[in-house]
Nanobody, 119 residues
Framework: QVQLVESGGGLVQAGGSLRLSCAASGLTFSTYIMGWFRQAPGKEREFVGSISRSGRGSDYANSVKGRFTISRDNVKNTVYLQMSSLKPGDTALYYC????????????WGQGTQVTVSS
Protein backbone atom coordinates (compact mmCIF):
# COMPACT_ATOMS: atom_id res chain seq x y z
CA GLN A 1 0.00 0.00 0.00
CA VAL A 2 1.03 3.61 -0.37
CA GLN A 3 3.01 5.10 2.49
CA LEU A 4 4.30 8.61 2.99
CA VAL A 5 6.51 8.82 6.06
CA GLU A 6 7.67 12.22 7.30
CA SER A 7 10.67 12.76 9.53
CA GLY A 8 12.91 15.56 10.74
CA GLY A 9 10.51 17.52 12.89
CA GLY A 10 11.45 18.81 16.30
CA LEU A 11 11.94 21.80 18.54
CA VAL A 12 13.96 24.73 17.23
CA GLN A 13 14.52 28.31 18.32
CA ALA A 14 13.20 31.20 16.29
CA GLY A 15 15.58 32.01 13.48
CA GLY A 16 16.76 28.44 13.23
CA SER A 17 16.44 25.85 10.49
CA LEU A 18 15.05 22.38 10.03
CA ARG A 19 14.83 19.98 7.12
CA LEU A 20 11.86 17.68 6.85
CA SER A 21 11.91 14.54 4.74
CA CYS A 22 9.08 12.48 3.35
CA ALA A 23 9.86 9.01 2.09
CA ALA A 24 7.30 7.54 -0.29
CA SER A 25 6.63 3.92 -1.13
CA GLY A 26 3.98 1.94 -2.94
CA LEU A 27 3.43 4.53 -5.68
CA THR A 28 5.15 5.67 -8.84
CA PHE A 29 6.71 8.64 -7.13
CA SER A 30 7.80 10.57 -10.20
CA THR A 31 4.25 10.73 -11.53
CA TYR A 32 2.95 12.70 -8.54
CA ILE A 33 3.18 16.31 -7.58
CA MET A 34 4.42 16.43 -4.01
CA GLY A 35 3.17 18.97 -1.54
CA TRP A 36 3.69 20.06 2.02
CA PHE A 37 0.87 21.22 4.24
CA ARG A 38 0.69 22.20 7.89
CA GLN A 39 -1.89 22.47 10.62
CA ALA A 40 -1.47 24.56 13.72
CA PRO A 41 -3.58 23.93 16.84
CA GLY A 42 -7.07 25.31 16.39
CA LYS A 43 -6.51 26.14 12.74
CA GLU A 44 -7.33 24.51 9.46
CA ARG A 45 -4.72 22.66 7.47
CA GLU A 46 -3.00 25.01 5.02
CA PHE A 47 -0.88 24.63 1.92
CA VAL A 48 2.82 25.32 2.40
CA GLY A 49 4.28 24.50 -0.98
CA SER A 50 4.59 21.98 -3.76
CA ILE A 51 7.05 20.68 -6.29
CA SER A 52 6.41 19.45 -9.80
CA ARG A 53 6.90 15.87 -10.91
CA SER A 54 10.30 16.62 -12.43
CA GLY A 55 11.38 18.87 -9.59
CA ARG A 56 11.99 21.80 -11.91
CA GLY A 57 9.03 23.83 -10.70
CA SER A 58 7.80 24.77 -7.24
CA ASP A 59 5.16 26.92 -5.62
CA TYR A 60 4.93 28.36 -2.13
CA ALA A 61 2.48 30.03 0.17
CA ASN A 62 3.23 33.71 0.65
CA SER A 63 3.83 33.12 4.35
CA VAL A 64 6.87 30.92 3.66
CA LYS A 65 8.15 32.25 0.35
CA GLY A 66 11.85 33.04 0.57
CA ARG A 67 12.28 31.01 3.75
CA PHE A 68 11.24 27.48 2.75
CA THR A 69 12.51 25.39 -0.15
CA ILE A 70 11.09 22.15 -1.46
CA SER A 71 13.18 19.62 -3.35
CA ARG A 72 12.75 16.03 -4.40
CA ASP A 73 14.83 13.02 -5.32
CA ASN A 74 12.99 10.78 -7.76
CA VAL A 75 15.58 8.03 -7.31
CA LYS A 76 15.20 7.93 -3.53
CA ASN A 77 11.44 8.59 -3.74
CA THR A 78 11.83 11.35 -1.19
CA VAL A 79 10.69 14.95 -0.96
CA TYR A 80 12.28 17.50 1.32
CA LEU A 81 11.21 20.72 2.97
CA GLN A 82 14.11 22.94 3.98
CA MET A 83 12.89 25.54 6.45
CA SER A 84 14.98 28.51 7.53
CA SER A 85 14.41 31.73 9.45
CA LEU A 86 11.75 29.88 11.39
CA LYS A 87 9.18 31.83 13.36
CA PRO A 88 6.92 30.80 16.23
CA GLY A 89 4.04 31.10 13.76
CA ASP A 90 5.53 28.19 11.81
CA THR A 91 4.73 25.85 14.69
CA ALA A 92 2.45 23.15 13.32
CA LEU A 93 2.08 19.53 12.37
CA TYR A 94 3.61 19.24 8.91
CA TYR A 95 2.24 16.78 6.40
CA CYS A 96 3.50 15.69 3.03
CA UNK A 97 1.03 14.83 0.32
CA UNK A 98 1.00 13.28 -3.12
CA UNK A 99 -1.48 14.31 -5.77
CA UNK A 100 -1.94 13.77 -9.45
CA UNK A 101 -3.79 16.94 -10.35
CA UNK A 102 -4.52 19.56 -7.72
CA UNK A 103 -3.63 20.37 -4.10
CA UNK A 104 -7.36 20.36 -3.44
CA UNK A 105 -7.55 16.73 -4.47
CA UNK A 106 -4.79 15.02 -2.53
CA UNK A 107 -4.47 11.33 -3.26
CA UNK A 108 -2.24 10.36 -0.35
CA TRP A 109 -1.28 11.92 2.99
CA GLY A 110 1.53 11.25 5.39
CA GLN A 111 0.96 10.99 9.13
CA GLY A 112 2.66 14.29 9.92
CA THR A 113 5.71 15.45 11.84
CA GLN A 114 5.61 18.11 14.54
CA VAL A 115 7.61 21.31 14.22
CA THR A 116 7.75 23.60 17.23
CA VAL A 117 9.48 26.95 17.06
CA SER A 118 10.23 28.64 20.38
CA SER A 119 10.62 32.38 20.77
Amino acid sequence: QVQLVESGGGLVQAGGSLRLSCAASGLTFSTYIMGWFRQAPGKEREFVGSISRSGRGSDYANSVKGRFTISRDNVKNTVYLQMSSLKPGDTALYYCAAYATSQTRVDYWGQGTQVTVSS
